[in-house]
């Protein structure tokens, strides 16, 4: 009898051990599932950023080549907050291909709190706007 008792309580626990082996397994299959998203998009953002400061005194331009996503708002807020006060900045759009909503909000914000700090942003809206959906505003 002791022995029969030892075989259902090792047969109870393979039971839970095989739950807990579909568990690691599903959880390893999102988090597989999640970085196989993460990756691509990760990728997909490789924008440049230039400031240049323009041969006229308080004029400087702002250059966003290739594709503008979440993951580069940080570094386009950083140079941002690297212009100076008293300029006049110009967007160029000629290289963006793509601009994503939390880095078109990052120029909305900078441009409207931009006059406190002497500065304006210059920028073609409806062509930043047409490359939300990565279409280029005709020329």
Same mark, same amino acid.
């Given at each position: ?90 967007? !160029? ?12 909000? !990052? ?33």
């Amino acid at each position: 009898m002791h022995g029969d008792r030892h075989c259902v309580g090792h047969a109870a626990g393979g039971r839970s051990d095989h739950r807990h082996r579909r568990t690691d397994l599903l959880a390893g299959v999102i988090i597989g599932f999640g970085l196989s998203l993460f990756r691509p998009a990760l990728l997909s953002s490789r924008l440049k950023i230039g400031l240049h400061n323009d041969a006229t005194p308080g004029e400087a331009s702002l250059h966003l080549d290739d594709s503008a996503t979440f993951f580069k708002v940080p570094s386009m807020a950083r140079t941002l907050e690297r212009v100076p006060n008293n300029t006049r900045l110009t967007l !160029v759009l000629d290289r963006l291909s793509h601009v994503d909503q939390a880095c078109l909000e !990052v120029l909305r914000e900078w441009s409207r709190n931009a006059s406190a700090r002497g500065c304006e942003l210059v920028v073609d809206w409806k062509a930043l706007h047409a490359r939300v959906e990565g279409q280029r505003a005709a020329a």
